[in-house]
T-cell receptor, first 113, second 111 residues
Framework: KAGVTQTPRYLIKTRGQQVTLSCSPI?????VSWYQQTPGQGLQFLFE???????NKGNFPGRFSGRQFSNSRSEMNVSTLELGDSALYLC????????????FGPGTRLTVT | DAKTTQPTSMDCAEGRAANLPCNHS???????VYWYRQIHSQGPQYIIH???NNETNEMASLIITEDRKSSTLILPHATLRDTAVYYC????????????FGTGTRLQVFP
């Protein structure tokens, strides 16, 4: 079974631009969560989606948004990029109601210059 | 949200058992303890989870104290490939996948 895939793997953007990152969960998984990892703040929860509905949101500004499609694929968008948005963005998926493990993708490394 | 406390770093000789402690004194009755590890900024890898009973799988064992205020992850025979940052996490409720990562323990396995 293929794992969680994220595209692109690496991205360089300029301040003020916007970016969209994509996450394809493991086949059959309906839940997708997003995390930001930086050297200073570590791993921080961004938001989670289940059946196309945002179920929970972390403490990030409104520039960070996401959505989930009917096939469970998810995208996150960051508008008006700032230098501090440079980070590894990770998504994770989980299976059914009684599945407790979350599986992470390899991440997208975003660099804002 | 329940927080966890872990030592910043630990060393372990290859072939020996690695015992990684975690304190979660504010854990609630229905909150699970999860362990993940992260190697070289790859995506975190699930290791094991538990509620109140000890658990074992092919990767590790999880020992949770009776009062549930602390736990220990045991890698029975550490290898060089087990060198990673290990995160002890309390899952915030059963109706959310939100995981609150702490700073973790950097485990160095040496030959």
């Amino acid at each position: 079974k293929a794992g969680v895939t994220q595209t692109p793997r690496y991205l360089i953007k300029t301040r003020g631009q916007q970016v969209t990152l994509s996450c394809s969960p493991i086949s059959g998984h309906r839940s997708v969560s997003w995390y930001q990892q930086t050297p200073g703040q570590g791993l921080q929860f961004l938001f989670e989606y289940f059946s196309e509905t945002q179920r929970n949101k972390g403490n990030f500004p409104g520039r960070f948004s996401g959505r989930q499609f009917s096939n469970s694929r998810s995208e996150m968008n960051v508008s008006t990029l700032e230098l501090g948005d440079s980070a590894l963005y990770l998504c994770a998926s989980r299976g059914g109601e009684w599945s407790y493990e979350q599986y992470f993708g390899p991440g997208t490394r975003l660099t804002v210059t | 949200d329940a927080k966890t406390t872990q030592p910043t770093s630990m060393d372990c000789a290859e072939g020996r058992a690695a015992n990684l402690p975690c304190n979660h004194s504010t854990i609630s009755g229905n909150e699970y303890v999860y362990w993940y590890r992260q190697i070289h900024s790859q995506g975190p890898q699930y290791i094991i989870h538990g509620l109140k009973n000890n658990e074992t799988n092919e990767m590790a064992s999880l020992i949770i104290t009776e009062d549930r205020k602390s736990s220990t992850l045991i890698l029975p025979h550490a290898t060089l490939r087990d060198t990673a940052v290990y995160y002890c996490i309390v899952r915030v409720g059963l109706d959310t996948d939100k995981l609150i990562f702490g700073t973790g323990t950097r485990l160095q396995v040496f030959p």
